[in-house]
Each structure stands twice: as C-alpha cells, then as structure tokens.
C-alpha cells in the first residue's frame, strides 16, 4: 500500500495495527525475562512513539518500569551513519545495581546501541538488556546481540513511527520508505 503525503509517495512496511500487535508481544516477552522492576532508557529522538508505546504495554503485562532518557546520534540530518556516536542528552537516573532496558528504533550498524550498553555497564549496572524496533540484518558494523526484536527490516531506509528523515515523517503511525 502507498500513502501520498506532501507530494510524496510512502510504502507502508508495518501497519499500526500490526506494530501495536508487536509492541504488545514484546512487553510480554520483556515482563517475562526482566520481571516487574527495571530502568527503561530509550535512546532517543527515533524511539520516543515506541518506548511511549512499549511502556504502556509493559504496564499492561505486569511491569513497573522506572524511565528516563539518552540522547544519542550519529545521523545528523542525512541518511547516512557518520559511523561517530555523540552524546547529547545524558540520563540523570542512578544505575548501580539495577537492570536496565536500553529501547532503540533501528539495529542498523550497532554503533549506537553498543555505545548505550557500554556506557550502563561502565555505571555499573547489574543487567543491560537491548530491545529494537527494527532489526536491519547484515548491516552491523560492531559486534552486538540484540535480547528483543520486533521486526526485520529490508535494507531500506525507514520513517515513520518516530523514525525520521531530516527531521521530518516522524508523526506517521506506520513504518514506511519513501519512494524514489
């Protein structure tokens, strides 16, 4: 299915229904191996609608997560990886001892994810556990295992759902790709 938006044609890759499906799915999965009591960290800008989403859900299923925020970036307003992850927006929660989530829209290189991991361990974290949105396979470029995994995505660059291009498709309820 195709959406015109601002003179612009979006294929939809995962539907509300179906990302709301997931997202539900993988709080339940999260509950299960976490338990009730964990930090929620969503690196932000690109995650911000499904760690809104997926903190609901893990209400939901029986958790009760703390929250609070890492900015990272290594994008800029292209569509490329600078391949350089910096950080903009530090957490202010205190993490020794405790389990933490690190929740990211996209597992694309890895660079990110691996840099928030490294950094709660350094803080002496008792547990990190990684959950993506999107998983793009083949496309690592650091070694990283993702514990949580709502979909695999095609080698296309996404928007939507939070996810963005130049800062712009992020409100879209739907992950999609613009069409050339």
Known sequence: ????????RISVLFDADRLANRVSELASEIV????????????????FIFAADLLRALHMAGGEPDMDFLTLSSYGAGTQTSGKVRISRDIDAEIIGRQVLLVDDILESGRTLAVAKDLMMLRQARSVKTCVLLEKPGKLAVQMKVDFVGFECPDKFVIGYGMDVAHAYRQLPFVGVVES
């Open 1 to 8: 299915m195709s959406i015109p938006l601002l003179d612009t």
């Open 32 to 47: 299960a191996d976490m338990g009730r009591e964990f930090l929620v960290v969503p690196i932000l800008k690109g995650s």
